[in-house]
């Protein structure tokens, strides 16, 4: 009898623990999906910017709730079945966790958002153009900048401005293969912008003048240059570029990099502290009306110590 009772109890505690344990987790199947055995649910949807996210739950027999998450972060407001992925999600992994009667269901999302990439360009003249292969990427995920300078005047080249990345100027007509590398500096509302600038432009024209000034931290001294002359300036020193004349628009590159640009941009201060020993180029481009090829000018200045 004894062993009979104890039987019976071993059998009711077994009943109790099966009836608490059948909707806890048991394994997942996909990154997207969980089976709870009786029922599971799983996340569809293309995991990119303005893409639905979807969670189906098949064999439902209870009430279901939905909040969807940023990598574990609840989500404002994201309480459907269906999520539409925003610019804020660039980078981070959504998920959803749903409940069905009182089990909890988390189900993790099989990637991150990642960024989109668009190009803007302007001042394109001919054969000139410029794509992003892919147009969308993770962080450090390289993108390939690939397409055609065309060879329309006496310099030609291409300028890529991004937030905080710096992409070398192509300065030769012919093929353009750049590689940026994504970063999550650059981006404004998951959406990475490159700003491509298409520069065809002539020699430097008859009276636009440059002027020249070394600031040696005791006084500015003007310097008399000419292409054919050395211009020497010391680590301590700074050089003061200065276009004479009257223009719309400037534009600086120093070693093919954009330094700035803009409307009343006519002077650029170089601090030889910033570059090393040796030769450096200053690139300045003139507008006298932006519908209009501008003009160029190459300078070279050399560090000395």
């Known amino acids: 009898m004894k062993n009979l009772k104890g039987i019976f109890t071993l059998l009711i505690v077994f009943l109790v623990l099966l009836t608490t344990c059948k909707n806890t ?8 999906k969980v089976d709870r055995g009786e029922y599971s649910a799983i996340i569809t949807g293309d995991y990119r910017i303005g893409e639905t996210l979807t969670v189906t739950v098949e064999n439902a027999k209870l009430a279901l709730g939905y909040q969807w998450t940023a990598d574990g972060t609840n989500i404002n407001n994201a309480t459907n079945h269906e999520y539409i992925i925003s610019g ?20 993790t999302g099989s990637e991150k958002v990642p960024y989109n990439i668009v190009i803007n360009t302007t001042g394109k003249a001919a054969n000139d153009n410029v794509v992003a292969s892919p147009d969308h990427g993770h962080i450090d995920t390289n993108i390939t900048l690939s397409g055609t300078l065309a060879n329309t005047a006496t310099n030609n080249m291409v300028s890529f401005n991004l937030l905080s990345s710096n992409i070398d100027a192509v300065t030769t007509a012919g093929s353009i293969n750049k ?28 009276g636009l003048n440059l002027g020249f000034t070394i600031n040696n931290g005791i006084e500015n001294v003007p310097v008399s240059f000419t292409e054919e002359d ?10 003061t570029i200065t276009v004479s004349g009257t223009y719309s628009h400037y534009i600086w590159f120093v070693n093919d990099k954009l330094i700035n640009q803009g409307d009343e941009m006519n002077s650029l201060e170089l601090k030889g502290i910033n570059y090393t020993e040796g030769k450096h180029q200053v690139l300045v481009i003139v507008y006298k009306d932006m519908a209009e090829t501008p003009y160029s000018q190459k300078i070279y200045f050399t560090i000395t110590d």
């Open 88 to 107: 804020a999600d660039a980078g981070k992994l959504i998920s959803c966790i749903v409940t069905h009667g009182n089990d909890s269901i988390p189900i």
């Open 230 to 239: 050395e211009l020497l300036l010391g680590a301590s020193e700074n050089l």
């Open 25 to 32: 987790f048991i394994h997942d199947i996909l990154p997207d």
């Open 179 to 206: 590689t940026y590398a994504v970063k999550a500096a650059d981006a404004s509302n998951g959406v990475i912008t490159i700003n491509v600038t298409f520069i065809h432009s002539n020699s430097l024209e008859a």
